[in-house]
């Protein structure tokens, strides 16, 4: 898929008819996944959404999913997936944009999110958006590894 063709696509809101496409991007990837009962959770309760990215062939590209407590004023970025096959088209950039816009408007004045310590690219991706590290993470991922908190504050 061309760069141009993915600039046509568009970021929804996921639905239970998504989980099995969650489920495919979520294999491609060796650790950390989301299973199909935490999937199903995120599509179910309140304080959580399940954001989806579409090409132009309406096949899923990536996802988001972002929680929020229910009084609360920060938003938490959970999982953030894009297909290895539609990198380098800004899948991740909108996603990220899409969920600062929806929890923003819902009152959210910050967003979080952890990131493995080891992960550059979305390391460098977040840094471009606006995400600041604050607090490093010895040992936070189930293999031992590293991991870091940043933090943004939105536009409300």
């Known amino acids: 898929m061309s760069a141009a063709a ?3 696509g568009g970021i929804r809101r996921g639905s239970l008819a998504d989980v099995e496409a969650v489920l495919a ?23 959580a959404q399940l954001l989806i990215a579409e090409d132009t062939n309406a096949d899923v590209v990536g996802n988001l999913v972002w929680l929020r407590r229910k009084g609360g004023h920060a938003a938490r970025i959970y999982s953030v997936v894009v297909a290895p096959a539609a990198r380098g088209q800004r899948w991740g950039e909108r996603l990220v944009a899409a969920m600062e816009t929806a929890a923003a408007a819902s009152g959210c004045a910050r967003a979080t999110l952890e990131v493995r310590a080891d992960n550059i690219a979305a390391r460098a991706l977040y840094a471009k958006l606006g ?21 943004k504050t939105l536009s409300v």
């Open 131 to 151: 995400y600041r590290e604050v607090q490093t993470l010895p040992g936070y991922y189930d293999d031992g590894s590293d991991g870091l908190r940043l933090s």
């Open 25 to 47: 991007l979520e294999a491609l990837f060796p650790s950390d996944r989301m299973s199909r009962r935490s999937v199903r959770r995120f599509l179910s309760v309140p304080s």
């Open 6 to 8: 993915a600039s046509a």
